[in-house]
């Protein structure tokens, strides 16, 4: 697999872990990062329209030019953009993958869950 695109959160602390775990369990070469606060509850909630049509845009971008074969939703612990409990941020994860699937049924689509070791745990 070439390109997954990867919606995360803004947060440094959460970059590197993802991105790797993503090369690492799917055998990507790249991954096109699109970063939020809270991303998470943006697409789980659907309020901010501007947000999400920047979201949609970016992730546009990633499956018509570089052929992206699937999208990865991330929330994480002590995450600013979405301070929730695990368990909450977990329900926003399955969500935001219900919601995306709606849009990209053609997609794989995944949830992952960033726990207080860094370690990406896959949720969806």
Known sequence: MEFYSLINCMDGRVQL???RYLQDRLDVKFVDVIT???PN???AEQRDTTL???IFSRISIS?????????AVVGHHDCAGNPAPKEM???HIRQAVGFLRRHYPEME????W??????VNEVV
């Open 36 to 38: 939020e606060a809270g």
């Open 63 to 71: 499956i018509e030019n570089h052929g992206s074969e699937g999208i």
């Open 89 to 91: 941020q977990i329900s």
């Open 52 to 54: 999400l049509d920047s």
């Open 109 to 112: 689509i995944i949830g992952l």
């Open 41 to 43: 509850l943006i697409l």
């Open 114 to 119: 960033v726990d207080d070791n860094w370690k």
């Open 17 to 19: 872990p993802v991105i």
